[in-house]
């Protein structure tokens, strides 16, 4: 299986901190890579996928780059809302993995 | 829109079979694979299985081993999630999703609780 690992696991920033999260690829997957957000007692909703394409919707302070083996999500300026648990995901070779997760806290 | 939703959340003894629910509205049932992802409780996301409802093909995670049945009804636009003996480490927050490459719909989630 190809493993995903993201850092940090925790991320402690204030409101309008540039932030950004990391995902690294245990082989190369190309682009094919996800990005969710969590809230609490809820299902995640994509924000990017195929690396750095922005889902409609989507507030365009967040965004994807990477290729290969190694992958981010920028959030340039963090809102109230923003502080919750982000995942990536590879869907280049099944079964599908996720990485570990970052929670984003305040400071 | 698209809209997948679980069936509500149950309660259940170890050793007792169950099988969750995920109603797929919106779209074309039969053009999409299906995914079913747990989160246990406090912890991240595992994909477990995937269905392709047009010709029922299936594929698990590997550490699931048989522990569980990916199915899908097309008449009813439904896809299925079966225990046929649940363990208490099987509690945990089971969510179906749309696939679309990546994941572009998610359900609410069903809540399993298996405990003694």
């Known amino acids: 299986d190809i493993q995903m690992t993201q850092s940090p696991s925790t991320l402690s920033a204030s409101v309008g901190d540039r932030v950004t999260i990391t995902c690294r690829a245990s082989?190369?997957?190309?682009?094919?890579v996800a990005w969710y957000q969590q809230k609490p007692g809820k299902a995640p909703n994509v924000l990017v996928y195929k690396a750095s394409t922005l889902e409609s919707g989507v507030p365009s302070r967040f965004s994807g780059s990477g290729s290969g083996t190694e992958f981010t999500l920028t959030i340039s300026s963090l809102q109230p809302d923003d502080f919750v648990t982000y995942y990536c995901q590879q869907y280049d070779t099944y079964p599908w993995t996720f990485g570990q997760g970052t929670k984003v806290e305040i400071k | 829109e698209v809209q997948l939703v679980q069936s509500g959340a149950g309660v259940k003894k170890p050793g007792e079979s169950l099988k969750i629910a995920c109603q797929a509205s919106?779209?074309?049932?039969?053009?999409?694979?299906i995914g079913w992802v747990r989160q246990m409780p406090g912890k991240g996301l595992e994909w477990m299985g995937i269905?392709?409802?047009?010709?029922?093909?299936?594929r698990y995670s590997p550490f699931l081993q048989g522990q569980v049945t990916i199915s899908a009804d097309k008449s009813s636009s439904t896809a299925f999630l079966e225990w046929r003996s649940l363990k208490a480490s099987d509690t945990g927050i089971y969510f179906c999703?749309?696939?679309?490459?990546?994941?572009?719909?998610w359900g609410q989630g069903t809540m399993v609780t298996v405990s003694s």
């Open positions: 082989q190369t997957i190309g682009t094919w």
């Open positions: 999703a749309r696939l679309n490459g990546y994941i572009d719909s």
């Open positions: 919106g779209y074309s049932f039969t053009r999409n694979w």
């Open positions: 269905i392709f409802p047009r010709d029922s093909d299936t």
